[in-house]
C-alpha cells in the first residue's frame, strides 16, 4: 500500500499538486503520540518548516538515533541538494554519498510508512556497515511527528528533512510515500520499492536484486 503524492513535472508545480493532492490525506489524527498541529495544509518553503525544534532535539538527543554525517564522495551519484538533519544535527550535501545505499522517503502521518520502519531498521542493523539506509521525512509540515514516529519504532539510521521539496523533479522524486530507491556503487539511482515493505528478507532480497550484489 501507498500514500500516492501525484504525477512528476516541473519541481515548484509538483510540489504544490503533491501538497494539494495530500491535503484530503493527511488528517490522520495524532492520537497515541505526535506533535499537534495540521499534519499537511499550504505547501511551505523550507524556510517555514522548522525541523530542529528544542523538543525534536531533545528527542533525538535522548534517542539512539545515529547523526547525520556527510560522506566523502564529490559526486557520488545523487543530486547535490543541501539537507538539514530531522531533529538537529550536520547538513549534508547528499552528493556527497557512494553506494551501495538504500534512501527510504516517508512521512510521520503515513501509515505505511510507519509499517515499514522496523523492517527497514533491521535491515540496518543487519547491513548496514555494506548497504547504509538513510531516511528522508519528504514535504512534511509536521516534521515533529515524523521524527516521534520513527524513534517509537526503534529507527537509529541518519534522518534527513526536504519539507519545500526541493528532491521533487529528480531521481529521488516521491511520487507516493512510502517509496524507497538504492544508489548503486557506479552512482545509479534506481527505484527500489513503492509501498511498504514488510521484512528484513524482503528488503535484502530487493536490494540484491536492484544492486546485483549479494548480502
Do not use: W
Not at 547525520?68 to 538537529?88: F, K
Not at 544535527?89 to 527510504?104: K, Q, R, Y
Amino acid at each position: 500500500m501507498v500514500r500516492v503524492l501525484g504525477g512528476r513535472a516541473r519541481a515548484a508545480t509538483v510540489t504544490a499538486l503533491l501538497v494539494a493532492a495530500l491535503a484530503g490525506c493527511g488528517s490522520e489524527s495524532p492520537a497515541g503520540g505526535g506533535q499537534a498541529g495540521a499534519p499537511l495544509g499550504d505547501a511551505k518553503s523550507s524556510s517555514e518548516v522548522d525541523v530542529a525544534t528544542s523538543e525534536m532535539a531533545a528527542a533525538k538527543k535522548a534517542s539512539k538515533v545515529e547523526e547525520c554525517v556527510a560522506g566523502s564522495a564529490s559526486d557520488g551519484g545523487l543530486p547535490s541538494i543541501e539537507l538539514p538533519c530531522l531533529g538537529g544535527g550536520e547538513s549534508v550535501d547528499l552528493a556527497s554519498f557512494e553506494g551501495p545505499m538504500v534512501i527510504n522517503l516517508f512521512q510521520g502521518f503515513c501509515a505505511p510508512c510507519k509499517e515499514e520502519m522496523p523492517a527497514l531498521q533491521s535491515f540496518h542493523e543487519t547491513y548496514g556497515d555494506e548497504v547504509p539506509v538513510i531516511g528522508i521525512d519528504v514535504m512534511d509540515t509536521v516534521p515533529g511527528v515524523a521524527l516521534e514516529e520513527a524513534i517509537s519504532r526503534g529507527v537509529t539510521f541518519p534522518m534527513y528533512a526536504d519539507p519545500g521539496g526541493e528532491l521533487q523533479g529528480g531521481p529521488l522524486t516521491a511520487r507516493a510515500v512510502p517509496t524507497t530507491y538504492v544508489l548503486s556503487s557506479s552512482g545509479e539511482v534506481k527505484l527500489l520499492q513503492m509501498g511498504g515493505m514488510t521484512s528484513e528478507d524482503q528488503v535484502k532480497e530487493l536490494v540484491e536484486q536492484k544492486l546485483g550484489i549479494t548480502l
